[in-house]
């Protein structure tokens, strides 16, 4: 008899999968915070015979699963986060968060549930050559927490020679498979900006200076930053978050200072390192044309994140071949958004791809408060996952 394949073989459990997931949905917790959530995920690794290792980068879990065979001493990595946002959810699904003010608004419940599934395919069925490494990271939401899993040894304890991760992308149709060779998404930081001018009386501004009106010309001369220093064929944002001024009950009160607040999205460092000095530049330079200061801090977030051209050659034909080229985008545009990854992919070779689910044209987006993850696409997920193992390690005969 054939064996089934990694997508027939998970569809047999999908209804016990989407238990799991609407139970992660129903109980969100923030990054660090992700004690239940943890406590679910080593649980169900242990009842599947898996070793299974907690606390690693705070409330990260661990699972190693060995494969009937380990003739190579190789390893594949595969990497799902974990943690919600602070976000009311304004749903009506029976299995809405029960936390106020707290969601799954970015679907890593269901990046766990699909991880959690091709952990389930895996251990029954091990049919590999190597190890399995499942990484459930916390505190993805900008609190970095790949970045604490590394700092605690996380490819000391668990060597991977190369790793893999997925998000969901609502602008996909459900079960499509996109990735793109290089980067995949933007580098994250965030400035601030205080100009510092003199209040007064707004009906007599030429005894002030007026640093609402000096905010306004930064703004828009910042904006050439981008139009006019860097290269058409790069990519980078420059966008405005907060502008804190005066108060609205004195309307005819000039304030002495202006906070702006903004982040910066770019996908090469060489073009991170032109943005911030031209701001630099014009920052000190505007508002000393008016006879203001300001004050500039630059603070640089999450790197760009940048897929290795042989994991994601492999990726595709891995995908192709498990759903079908109409299943599968290659060449898929890139995302201004950020994600911590990235520092895995900085120290280990491997790829980042999106799991399509559609929802999106219902204005259902990421981070939105009425965000639900597609239960439909997760046996999709968990059956590239387990593939991406068994090909990369497969059994000598």
Not at 17 to 46: C, K, M, Q, W, Y
Not at 140 to 150: C, D, F, H, I, V
Not at 250 to 278: D, H, M, N, W, Y
Request: with cysteine; proline share 6%.
């Amino acid at each position: 008899m054939k064996a089934r394949s990694p997508l027939e073989a998970i569809r047999l459990f999908h209804e016990e999968l989407t238990a799991i997931r609407r139970d992660l949905h129903a109980n969100p917790e923030l990054g660090f915070e992700e004690i239940r959530t943890s406590g679910i995920v080593a649980g169900a690794l242990e009842a599947l015979g898996i070793e299974v290792h907690r606390n690693v980068g705070r409330t990260g879990v661990v699972g190693v699963i060995k494969g009937k065979q380990n003739t190579t001493g190789r390893t594949v990595g595969l990497r799902a986060d974990m943690d919600a946002l602070p976000i009311k959810e304004e749903g009506d699904a029976p299995y809405c968060s029960r936390q106020n003010g707290l969601m799954h608004a970015c679907g890593h419940d269901g990046h766990t549930t699909v991880l959690l599934g091709a952990a389930k395919y895996l251990a029954q069925t091990r049919n590999f050559d190597g190890t399995a490494v499942l990484i459930f990271q916390p505190a993805e939401e900008g609190l970095g927490g790949a970045t604490a899993m590394l700092n605690d040894g996380l490819f000391d304890r668990f060597p991977c020679d190369e790793i893999y991760a997925m998000h969901n992308w609502p602008a996909l149709p459900a079960g499509v498979i996109g990735i793109n060779p290089g980067p995949m998404m933007a580098a994250s930081d965030r400035f601030e900006i205080v100009i510092k001018g003199r209040g007064g009386h707004g009906a007599h501004p030429y005894l002030a200076i007026d640093p609402i009106v000096i905010a306004a010309q930064l703004i828009t001369a910042l904006q050439t930053v981008v139009s006019r220093n860097v290269h058409p064929a790069d990519s980078a944002v420059i966008s405005f978050g907060a502008i804190q001024a005066g108060n609205p009950a004195a309307a005819s009160v000039i304030p002495s200072e202006v906070r702006l607040v903004g982040t910066v999205r770019t996908f090469k460092e060489e073009v991170q390192k032109l943005v911030e000095q031209r701001m630099h530049d014009l920052i000190q330079s505007v508002p000393a044309g008016y006879g203001a200061t300001a004050d500039f801090t630059y603070k640089r977030g999450y790197p760009a994140t940048i897929n290795s051209a042989k994991q994601t050659s492999f990726l595709i034909d891995v995908a192709t071949e498990l759903f079908g080229p109409d299943k599968v985008i290659g060449n898929l545009t890139p995302s201004m958004g950020s994600e911590d990854f990235a520092y895995m992919l900085q120290v280990k070779p491997g790829a980042y791809f999106r799991l399509g689910q559609g929802g999106a044209e219902e204005g259902k987006f990421l981070h939105n408060a009425r965000f639900d993850f597609n239960d439909a696409v997760i046996p999709t997920g968990s059956a590239m996952f387990a593939a991406l193992v068994e090909r990369a390690l497969p059994l000598s005969e």
